[in-house]
């Protein structure tokens, strides 16, 4: 494992026309690296300071804008997945979802939480430059559980504080799905999926569920459900459509599906709901 300073840290012209894998952990903060950064298909402006995360074997590459900035600064903890075998962090790194493409922003810090940091990492790298002894890698990677524990809770407040933002994608979300049921797309293609809506809206299924999880409480999947139910419900008691053609209608390739989903969602079938709406 390895700790860089960025200010000092010069790149050839040939390794920034390059995509980079690396073998390690990149956990890193950049300030005043003009330009653009691609993990995976998403793209960071660095335009400033950034906390990101890199798993191994993920690819990334940095397009730096190509006026000089002498105020760049910033640090990067690279830590090989051999470094923390058999250490409670081997078991609990994968939980971090922003070591994933599925996040499509990186993090952005106040003063206060780059402050936050600061001890932490200085604690690691004390650690490393002193003799090396049996209790060193628990003491480090028990800095390593810490700093990531802060990153998820920076990660948190971000995401909350930007709600307004995020809400604007719930209603594009339900704007796209409401439209796809609603159109002969459904007949032709089947239900929607999460991973086409997410498409649609140029993010990761993934990043779509804990969003819509955090601001409504419920998962894409039950979103897509709930809105099935109730343009269903609507089409069951405004037309005289069989069960089966509205079946098909939503996209389901079998009637007995959407009866086994609706009994689930209202404790009626169809036609118990159809004959009830009419009495």
Not at 40 to 66: N, S
Not at 106 to 126: H, Q, Y
């Amino acid at each position: 494992m390895s700790i860089i300073n960025y200010s000092g840290l010069n790149i050839s012209q040939k390794e920034r026309d390059s995509s980079w894998m690396l073998d390690c952990y990149l956990i890193a903060i950049k300030r005043g690296l003009q330009g653009k950064m691609y993990y995976g298909q998403q793209q960071y402006d660095c335009d400033k300071g950034i906390m990101f995360f890199v798993a191994p074997k993920q690819v990334f590459r940095i397009e730096p804008d190509p006026s000089p900035n002498e105020n760049r600064s910033g640090w990067m903890l690279l830590i090989h997945p051999d470094f923390i075998w058999h250490t409670s962090l081997a078991k609990t790194i994968s939980k971090y979802d922003f070591f994933d493409y599925a996040i499509n922003e990186a993090l952005f810090l106040s003063e206060d939480e780059e402050e936050t940091l600061e001890p932490i990492l200085n604690g690691i790298k004390k650690e490393y430059q002193t003799d090396i002894d049996q209790y060193s890698q628990n003491i480090i990677t028990a800095h390593i559980e810490t700093l990531l524990q802060y990153s998820e809770r920076f990660y948190q407040r971000q995401f909350t504080s930007r709600k307004v933002t995020n809400s604007k994608v719930v209603e594009s979300f339900e704007t796209l799905l409401i439209d796809h049921l609603n159109s002969d797309v459904s007949l032709k293609s089947g239900l929607p999926s999460v991973q086409f809506l997410a498409e649609q809206l140029h993010i990761t299924s993934k990043y779509l569920s804990k969003l819509l999880k955090e601001i409504t409480g419920q998962t894409p999947q039950q979103h897509i459900q709930e809105k099935v139910i109730e343009i269903a419900k609507l089409q069951l008691s405004t037309t005289e459509e069989s069960v089966n053609e509205i079946a098909y209608n939503l996209g389901f390739a079998h009637p007995q599906s959407f009866n086994k989903l609706f009994k689930r969602k209202t404790d009626q079938s169809p036609l118990e709901f159809r004959k009830s709406f009419f009495q």
